[in-house]
């Protein structure tokens, strides 16, 4: 395995612990919010479900990064990073620098060709 795949192997963990962390307290600024605010509040329920969304999608591409047996890696993780990405609507700027770093990374040759060799591109 590359160290760019290595390094976004980490990346998804850390990411994933992150979003479920900002899926916790945007679901509960939400209901909080909701509270007291008579339901306004609550049209920010979309934010928990971005983080909670990247959250599956991380371990997805985790789990995908981990064994290397499955086909659809790269689109996966290449979906996963993009979910990363989506999550600067929440504030979660350290999945946002993940995602960017992971495409960036899996844009090169030497790791489509790895996956390639693998069978699993």
């Known amino acids: 395995m590359t160290n760019d795949l290595q390094t976004a192997r980490t990346f998804f963990l850390v990411s994933a612990i992150i ?3 900002g899926f916790l307290g945007w679901g509960t600024s939400t209901i909080i919010g909701g509270v007291f ?11 928990p479900i971005i983080n909670i969304a990247s959250s599956i999608m991380d371990f997805i591409a985790y ?9 659809g ?8 990073a993009i979910f ?26 030497e790791n489509r060709n ?6 699993i591109f």
């Open 37 to 47: 605010t008579c339901g306004i509040g609550c049209l920010m329920g979309f934010l």
């Open 73 to 80: 890696t790269y689109g996966t993780v290449q979906t996963a």
């Open 84 to 109: 990363q990405i989506v999550t600067i609507l929440t504030g979660n700027v350290v999945s946002f620098i993940f995602g960017i770093i992971i495409l960036t990374n899996l844009s090169k040759e």
């Open 114 to 119: 790895f996956l390639k060799e693998k069978d």
């Open 19 to 21: 979003n479920i962390l």
């Open 63 to 71: 789990g995908k990064l981990n064994s290397l047996n499955q086909k």
